[in-house]
């Protein structure tokens, strides 16, 4: 996995308008590091040499602030160890459907392709906590053991890549595609 792949996806992500402005935020293991998106940047105006890098541990080790967001990524790291990546987006239909009342909070949409079934199967509504706010950490870590991605109340999508074969995209590829099948189902 390398630097290249995550400004790849972020500006796929970008260009298919699955976030905007400075919203969502990308990470990938790096070894004993992850390499992560920082704070406030662009996934659209990524360059290699601008990402953080973090600890398991979450403690910065190198490069520009971490996204803020960072514990949402190690509680996904944490719950799912087969993850090589995690994105976090605010796409516009998603975040719509994040805020409608009355949303089954263990399966917010249905099923409607297969494909979106195979995937990300059930999607649990997480409660609403401010951006950056730790104490989703703990919630999401409970519901990522369960579930393929997450979708949090007022905020997003928040989504893990299972392992690939060195020469595809390290599983980045997939997140494209869960998250696409999100933004189309909502």
Known sequence: ????????????????????????????????????????????????????????D?????????????????????????????????????????CLAGLDETNVLPPLTAYYAMRVGALPLLPYHAPGDPALGPLAERAAAASHALLLANHGPHLPAAPRDAHQTSGLGADQGVAADLDSAS
């Open 58 to 98: 979450g403690e910065h080790r190198a490069g520009p602030r971490p996204s803020k967001e960072a514990f949402l990524h190690l509680a996904m790291y944490r719950a799912r160890p087969a993850a090589n990546a995690v994105v976090h987006l605010h796409s516009t239909h998603a975040v719509a459907v994040s």
């Open 1 to 56: 996995m390398s630097r290249q792949d995550v400004v790849d996806l972020g500006a796929s992500l970008f260009t298919r308008r699955l976030t905007h402005g400075r919203t969502g935020n990308i990470s990938v293991r790096d070894g004993d590091d992850i390499l992560i998106t920082p704070t406030g940047s662009s996934l659209g105006a990524l360059t290699p040499d601008a990402l953080s890098v973090i600890d398991r």
